[in-house]
């Protein structure tokens, strides 16, 4: 195979942040972009060393998910705030042109070194080059077959979970298969059908489940491995399939009027008729998934040491001290040095405690938390917005607390009373204790507007799932978030108890998946005897809290289950935050401007510059 003279950057090269990677760059690789001797693809592939580090590059191209608020190199991705589960107070941030409906594919021309959503369609595929270099090079490393065969397989679970995050946000995307140079002026690059890029993505899985991969790393005494944490595995690749076998399923997806004529100039059409049996091949993928998976005894849901504790069990799933517990099957691995973990703390702490007040949850997703014995406290909402409440849950938007409870302290306002434990464990309200003292998002309080006009809680909640309390955020100490989680096990039963519900119906397995999600977070199981439909709005409904604020969840969910043009339309909710005491503070209030989504937006847009260069590249549906 002849290799190309091409010169590697070797910034790029030793970029790696990751705590896997504890040999720290030789003279030889520390040379600058400047130098006359960069490093030639010749010379990487020649070492065992260079070409391990070539293959851990590709890495850094997976999304930071939990930087919700877009701002940094590596967030790509607005998910969050542009969803019903968050409003992000300040104005910049990708989120915030997707809520006003202003972005355009102008807006997403970003170069790869800007990183964000403005630039995810360079990144992915920059990173996808990544893993064909390799892939196309990898033969002339002279290390030990038995190594290049994992690292082949970590190449090609890389480019699958690529080119998933392009076809979850674009729909069909050109297949890349092979590496194409930097600098080419592609001349045709026609969009593949959807089902090619589905078939695509879980060939490059099912090599990795097949091949060497292993369920997890380990050392040669057997125990886990954990400096190797963030690297692909066989239980990554089972997740993966399963996930893109489960978008594939959905109404957005498969057999949307929308996209029936959808097609490319040759004619060709990019999504196939409706096809129901996709949910059972999700469904049956999902379920390899779990048992092998949890087979392997390595993985299984988290419990803290009070397995009772459904707030515990919640709340140390996301902490620090917990990290990488048995419940991650693959994450992406931000190392101890990785300097955005006190930046998300930051964003998450009240501005009166050092921190600015930007995640903000919504009123929309406070109204969907049960009671704590299971109830739903509202069912719906009047046509002036105001809530009808479920009278025999015990719910109550008047008054406040006359004595503490287990999770809040007296004299908050009585919606946040008797909730469910996962509420306590991911939203912080006014009132709730936290970092020493009651929170106080009243104008005049000692975290409202009034001590920033720009960095404040917009809604009346700041996020709590993931926050750290011990954190000093003063003086940015402590709280090393080290794993941004993209699958998980709680994940993987919802993924399956959805598919199954929508091949079979509410049979026994769709409970006791769903079941389990809720035992853990101490909840009461699922009311028996549900049809085909109810027991879809409750697994919907048990996917917008059990993993609010994770991976994009929420925003893709609604996505794909075609429903986002009612839940990310017109006006967010929260707290009157320019009241100047609880009391008047305490009445839903709209936040911001009055959202815009429109048929359109269900996908990306391609960036205008590749429209303009590439022939054959049809633009994203009713964006021309």
């Not at 800007?114 to 630039?119: F, H, I, N, R």
């Not at 990795?208 to 944490?229: C, H, K, Q, R």
């Not at 996209?259 to 469904?283: I, M, Q, R, V």
């Not at 707030?311 to 917990?322: A, H, V």
Request: include cysteine; charge should be negative.
């Amino acid at each position: 195979m002849k290799i190309s003279k091409m010169k590697i950057k070797v910034a790029g090269l030793c970029l790696l942040t990751w705590a896997f990677v504890s040999t720290s760059c030789s003279d030889y690789l520390d040379k600058t972009p400047d130098d006359a001797t960069s490093i030639t693809l010749e010379e990487v592939f020649s070492s065992e060393i260079y070409t391990e580090r070539f293959l851990l590059r590709a890495y850094d191209y997976l999304p930071c998910e939990t930087n919700y608020n877009d701002n940094d190199y590596w967030a790509l991705g607005a998910w969050s705030g542009a969803s019903d589960e968050m409003n992000i107070t300040w104005t910049y941030p990708m989120a915030k042109e997707m809520n006003r409906g202003s972005w355009n594919p102008k807006m997403l021309e970003g170069s790869s070194s800007q990183g964000t959503s403005y630039a995810m369609w360079w990144r992915y595929y920059e990173g996808i080059r990544q893993c064909n270099v390799f892939l196309e090079n990898i033969d002339l490393c002279p290390a030990a077959q038995a190594t290049k065969n994992v690292w082949i397989c970590e190449a090609r679970f890389m480019r699958a979970m690529l080119h998933f995050f392009l076809l979850r946000s674009h729909g069909p995307i050109p297949i890349m298969d092979h590496a194409l140079k930097m600098d080419d002026e592609m001349t045709y690059f026609p969009r593949n059908t959807f089902d090619q890029c589905v078939d695509f993505i879980v060939s490059d899985c099912q090599y990795g489940i097949d091949g060497a991969l292993p369920m997890i790393y380990t050392n040669a005494s057997g125990t886990v491995a954990e400096s190797l944490y963030g690297r692909a595995t066989k239980a990554a690749a089972y997740a993966l399939k399963a996930r893109v076998l489960l978008y594939a399923a959905s109404p957005l997806f498969n057999g949307n009027a929308d996209y029936a004529k959808f097609a490319n100039e040759d004619g060709t059409l990019l999504f196939a008729p409706k096809d129901d049996s996709k949910w059972g091949k999700a469904a049956a993928a999902a379920k390899e998934a779990i048992d092998k998976i949890e087979g392997s005894s390595y993985y299984g849901l988290y419990y803290s040491d009070e397995p009772d504790n459904g707030y515990r069990n919640y709340m140390e799933l996301f902490l620090p001290s917990k990290k990488w517990n048995k419940e991650y099957i693959f994450a992406r691995n931000q190392g101890t040095g990785y300097s955005d973990n006190i930046h998300q703390e930051k964003c998450m702490a009240a501005n009166g405690m050092g921190g600015w007040s930007g995640l903000c949850p919504t009123q929309e997703l406070v109204d969907a938390y049960e009671m704590a014995n299971g109830s739903t406290p509202i069912i719906g909402y009047n046509a002036d917005g105001t809530p009808i409440i479920n009278g025999a849950s015990g719910y109550l938007e008047t008054g406040f607390a006359a004595t503490a409870g287990k999770h809040y302290p007296a004299g908050v306002y009585n919606m946040y009373v008797g909730r469910e434990p996962r509420f306590y464990a991911s939203i912080n309200f006014n009132g709730q204790q936290w970092r020493g003292r009651q929170l106080e998002f009243w104008q005049g309080g000692k975290d409202g507007i009034n001590v920033s006009k720009v960095d404040y809680c917009c809604t009346g909640y700041l996020l709590r799932k993931t926050a750290d309390e011990g954190v000093d955020v003063i003086n940015g100490k402590g709280g090393m978030k080290e794993a941004s989680i993209l699958f998980r096990v709680g994940s993987l039963y919802l993924d399956y108890a959805e598919a199954l519900n929508e091949a079979e119906g509410p049979v026994d397995d769709v409970y006791k998946y769903v079941d389990a999600i809720r035992k853990r977070a101490g909840l009461p199981g699922l009311a028996k005897g549900l049809d085909k439909d109810k027991m879809r709005e409750r697994i919907q409904h048990e996917r917008q809290i059990e993993l609010a604020f994770e991976a994009g969840h929420r925003y893709f969910d609604c996505h794909r289950w075609k429903i986002a043009e009612k839940t990310d339309n017109g006006y967010m909710h929260g707290m009157n935050i320019t009241a100047t005491n609880k009391v008047d503070y305490s009445k839903r209030s709209t936040v911001g401007d009055s959202r815009v989504f429109e048929k359109k937006h269900y996908l990306f847009p391609i960036p205008q510059s590749e429209m303009d260069k590439q022939i054959g590249l049809v633009q994203s549906p009713y964006w021309e």
